[in-house]
């Protein structure tokens, strides 16, 4: 009975080992860079509009399911970043800077064509923290007005990893973050985030 026991036991062991061991867990830290651009839209007036923003991404995720086909993580990014933007209307000049924070938990699939390189696709929602700090400069006035702006928040995109050793590899991604129109520096709905970075296995 103890030799039984015993041998229950091991097993048990074993089969932990087993599924601690085929744990696969990631870290991604990764720099963005949105822009520069620029606009000009001759009517019904002229108007320069020239935007920059910068960003830091870190991304931690956990395998929950590997298959033939790929592998299926849950990952937890969290964006940093800042912009500063300048608009010319005619007569009047509105400069804008400020910061985001973006948090949009999700998942991620990767397939693996070799050992070293793999392609993934992520989506994730979640929410979206912007400060913002414009100034208007007019003919007679100027105005300044500043505030924190929370929104929800959707993400999407894909990227390349490839594998430097087993524990390092180098990462490049293009991530949209959608929130509410207009914020974070933005004209529209869309964050465009073009990263590049270290990823971080074990």
């Known amino acids: 009975m103890i030799r039984v026991n015993t041998m229950r036991a091991f097993l048990v062991l074993m089969l932990a080992a087993g599924a601690a061991r085929a744990q696969n867990s990631d870290l991604g830290l990764l720099l963005g860079i949105s822009g520069p651009t620029t606009q000009v ?4 007036g002229t108007i320069i509009t020239s935007r920059v923003g910068a960003s830091g991404q870190i991304n931690f995720a956990f395998q929950v399911r590997d ?3 790929g592998r299926l993580y849950l990952e937890l990014p969290l964006l940093l970043g800042g912009h500063a ?4 209307i005619s007569s009047s000049i509105v400069s804008s800077a400020g910061g985001k924070v973006i948090f949009t938990p999700g998942v991620r699939w ?13 989506l994730g929602a979640g929410v979206a923290a912007f400060d913002e700090n414009k100034s208007v400069v ?3 006035a100027v105005t300044v ?3 924190w702006t929370v929104d929800p ?3 999407f995109g894909g990227g390349l990893d490839f594998r430097l050793t087993r524990l390092l590899s180098l990462r490049a991604e ?7 129109k207009g914020l974070g520096g933005a004209q529209g709905h869309n964050h465009v985030i073009y990263g590049f970075g270290l990823g971080f296995h074990w």
């Open 153 to 155: 928040a959707l993400a």
């Open 41 to 44: 839209n001759i009517v019904p």
């Open 145 to 147: 007005s500043t505030g």
């Open 110 to 122: 990767n397939i693996l064509p070799h050992s070293r390189v793999s392609f993934y696709a992520a």
């Open 67 to 69: 298959t033939s086909a």
């Open 138 to 140: 007019g003919k007679v």
């Open 85 to 88: 933007n300048t608009t010319t």
């Open 174 to 180: 293009a991530r949209d973050f959608v929130s509410g």
